[in-house]
């Protein structure tokens, strides 16, 4: 199982970014694959996260208004596609996988590397 994160960078308060998370090594339909971050000196956060099929979408609350999941299972990828960036957005992104489910929440069990969004002037 790989998963690998991209698309962060350096971006403007009020700008917008999308992260990719691409997977390898399994059936990507089948699962369900979460949004983390862990900002500096923060504990990492769950942000959301996406049903296998790409039935179902669940968001944590403070970034419900300005994150969106989708995937591609042809391209075996998922997307966080973020807006209204905040200074306290500043974190990196990780995507990860549980061990046997289709669906959310998942308890994760593979991650990828993560991508650093940083968002500043």
């Known amino acids: 199982v790989q998963l690998q994160a991209s698309g962060g960078g350096w971006v403007q308060p009020g700008g917008s970014l999308t992260l990719s998370c691409a997977a390898s090594?399994?059936?990507?339909?089948?699962?369900?694959i979460t949004w983390f971050r862990q900002a500096p000196g923060k504990e990492r956060e769950g942000l959301s996260c996406?049903?296998?099929?790409?039935?179902?979408?669940t968001y944590s609350d403070p970034v419900k208004d300005r994150f969106t999941i989708s995937r591609d299972n042809a391209k075996n990828t998922v997307y966080l596609r973020i807006n209204s960036l905040k200074p306290e957005d500043t974190a990196i992104y990780f995507c990860?996988?549980?061990?046997?489910?289709?669906?959310?929440?998942?308890?994760?069990?593979?991650w990828g590397q993560g991508t650093l969004v940083t968002v500043s002037s």
């Open positions: 990860a996988r549980g061990r046997y489910s289709k669906w959310c929440p998942i308890t994760p069990h593979y």
């Open positions: 090594g399994f059936t990507f339909s089948a699962y369900a």
């Open positions: 996406i049903s296998g099929g790409g039935e179902t979408t």
